[in-house]
């Protein structure tokens, strides 16, 4: 398996990252960019990063030595119009997607839109963004989680965490009630779930503390960022286990 270069060209490692510097490891975590051509990525790459997600999956259940549970969320802000959509709308009954909010933690939180929104608005430029829904694929049959990374990854709308089978739902629920602490308007609470939206600035501006909050027993995090045209990606587990290169898989 290779990976695909910023060029579209397979490169000769088994995958590119581009590492971010954390401040002496203070959370216990490393991170990086895995670098894209673009997102949404062409339809004929996308089996290819389908490839090194699963081999992300298979590392890190070697690693941890037990099962790990893939929870697969859907970035509706990032979703492609309108196949994306149109995708949802035709799996709903089998995807089960539940709506919540995503949250980024060091930005302001979501202001609804006023009537100034409106008056100043320029002919032709798009409406601010109040805020960012999140769906999250609720059936519980592995399968169908499969499915929806299939069909959404590459697409700049996937978001995957990957933690042991023993994580509750309960830890879900101290990630929702942590993060609509953040909402300062009553628009914006109250929704089912809050999920965690996370990049190197992000990670910069968090504390041991706030990165346990937000993604308590957490192992692996990735979510795709269209601005960036690259996956996030945040793991307890370090970088070179999951991404070895092939020098290191010939040893």
């Not at 910023?6 to 002496?24: C, F, H, N, T, Y």
């Not at 399968?143 to 978001?159: F, Q, Y």
């Not at 190197?200 to 909050?213: Q, T, V």
Request: hydrophobic content about 40%.
């Amino acid at each position: 398996m290779k990976f695909i270069d910023e060029a579209g060209a397979q490169s000769k490692s088994l995958v590119q990252l581009d590492p971010i510097l954390l401040r002496q490891n203070e959370h216990g975590i490393e991170a990086a960019w895995l670098r894209l051509p673009n997102l949404p990525l062409k339809a004929s790459l996308r089996e290819e990063l389908k490839d090194i997600l699963h081999m992300i999956h298979e590392r890190a259940t070697e690693i941890v030595r037990s099962t790990v549970v893939q929870d697969v969320y859907i970035q509706m802000t990032q979703l492609e119009r309108p196949a994306g959509a149109l995708l949802i709308s035709r799996n709903g009954s089998r995807w089960m997607p539940s709506p919540g909010l995503g949250v980024w933690p060091d930005r302001e939180p979501p202001k609804p839109l006023s009537e100034d929104d409106f008056k100043n608005l320029v002919p032709g430029q798009p409406m601010r963004t109040s805020n960012i829904h999140v769906m999250r694929v609720s059936s519980t049959e592995e399968t169908v989680r499969l499915e929806v990374i299939s069909k959404m990854i590459g697409t700049g709308a996937l978001l995957v965490t990957m933690a042991s089978e023993d994580w509750e739902i309960t830890q879900r629920k101290a990630i929702s009630r942590h993060l609509e602490a953040y909402m300062s308007s009553e628009v914006f609470r109250g929704y089912p779930m809050y999920f965690p939206l996370l990049d190197a600035d992000s990670l910069a501006k968090m504390g041991k503390d706030d990165y346990e909050n937000c993604l308590p027993g957490i192992i692996v995090y990735l979510r795709e960022d269209v601005k960036n045209s690259a996956i996030f990606v945040v793991s307890r587990i370090p970088l070179q286990f999951l991404f070895p290169t092939e020098k290191a898989e010939g040893h």
